[in-house]
């Protein structure tokens, strides 16, 4: 049985929000035994890449001149504005366990009252409003505070960033990297816990969360998770995703269900997933996309640490959620300017 708590007490795990997909259990990896494999190989490869000499120079994507029409308006959420300023930032801890084997802690970081700026405060009282959520997975080998610089940038512009711990793919536990199939469904199950804070009473998020606007982001192992999320394991409450050097071996390319715009960022000198590869998934995808290309941006470091290239990461992602999220028409229009800022990436915009 599922069990689900909340910074120590249970929460009864009731869903809210748009229905949860019916599923049959986890993503069966025995049956995808030799996809796995060579994910296994791409995700560890970064010992021998380093090693490796010069990169090859990748290509990168053209934008087509006649972009086809998306099949159904993109985002699929009503037209409004997103806040226009930032707010602080709280942060907690849920504690969750999915089918009672798969403890799946949450880092949980949200809008907050009081001024921005500073560390995230916790437990601090939300912020008046409703707030859209992310669900972020980290990386083979990480952990959400990894990701904390990027994903309290995200809480401050006005969303709820929730990001489980996985239990077999993060920092200390056994790297069975065969377990990032089953992480989509995990990510799935702690949605449904974080979207009933929304009801619970007592809960700082009660009233707080905009449960009809929800997207997936995710790093590496993440972003194949993320990938998933869309593919094998559609998760139909997804409006948006966002793609940080991932790749589509053991997910597969089948985009599936209602059109989700996408948004995919990756270095140009990934030693660890190839750029090609992250460059072949978003080929594949048939909806609203960008894809933001670093220049001189390796596997991770534009995420991991703050600088200018992380700037740059975390504006055009902002501007990209609050247009799928919020449905602000100005911030989809501001995505190209941050992401040329500096010369530090090209962006191939098909939103």
Request: net charge neutral; glycine share 12%; hydrophobic share 40%.
């Amino acid at each position: 049985m599922a069990t689900a708590t909340a910074d120590g007490d249970g929460d009864g795990g009731r869903s809210v929000g748009r229905p949860a997909p019916q599923r049959s259990g986890t993503i069966g990896f025995m049956s995808r035994r030799r996809r796995a494999a060579l994910l296994a190989a791409v995700l560890f490869a970064a010992g021998s890449a380093g090693c490796s000499g010069k990169a090859p120079t990748p290509e990168r994507p053209t934008a087509p001149a006649d972009r086809p029409a998306s099949a159904t308006p993109a985002p699929r959420v009503p037209e409004g504005t997103a806040p226009a300023r930032d707010f602080g930032v709280g942060v907690r801890q849920l504690k969750l366990n999915r089918d009672g084997g798969r403890p799946l802690p949450v880092t949980v970081w949200y809008p907050a009252a009081g001024p921005p700026g500073g560390e995230p405060e916790h437990a601090a009282a939300a912020a008046d409003g409703r707030f859209p959520v992310v669900m972020f997975s980290h990386g083979l080998g990480g952990r959400p505070d990894d990701y904390e610089a990027l994903l309290t940038r995200w809480a401050a512009a006005g969303f709820v960033v929730a990001a489980p711990t996985f239990p077999h793919t993060s920092r200390n536990a056994d790297a069975n990297v065969l377990d990032v199939l089953n992480q989509p469904a995990d990510v799935s199950y702690a949605l449904t816990q974080v979207l009933a804070l929304d009801h619970r009473a007592g809960d700082q998020l009660r009233g707080r969360l905009a449960t009809d606007r929800v997207a997936a982001a995710g790093h590496s192992a993440g972003g194949v998770t993320t990938i998933g999320l869309f593919t094998a394991g559609r998760d139909e409450r997804l409006d948006a995703g966002v793609v940080f050097a991932g790749t589509a071996l053991g997910v597969g390319t089948a985009f599936a269900g209602t059109a989700a715009p996408q948004f995919f960022v990756h270095g140009e000198l990934d030693e660890v997933v190839e750029y090609a590869a992250g460059k072949a998934v978003y080929d594949a995808v048939p909806w609203p996309k960008a894809m933001l290309s670093l220049t001189r941006g390796d596997h991770g470091r534009a995420l991991l640490s703050d600088g200018a290239a992380m700037r740059v990461v975390a504006d055009t992602t902002v501007e990209f959620l609050r247009w799928t999220l919020y449905g602000d028409p100005a911030a989809k229009k501001r995505i190209p300017t941050d992401a040329t800022r500096g010369n530090l990436a090209t962006l191939d915009n098909r939103l």
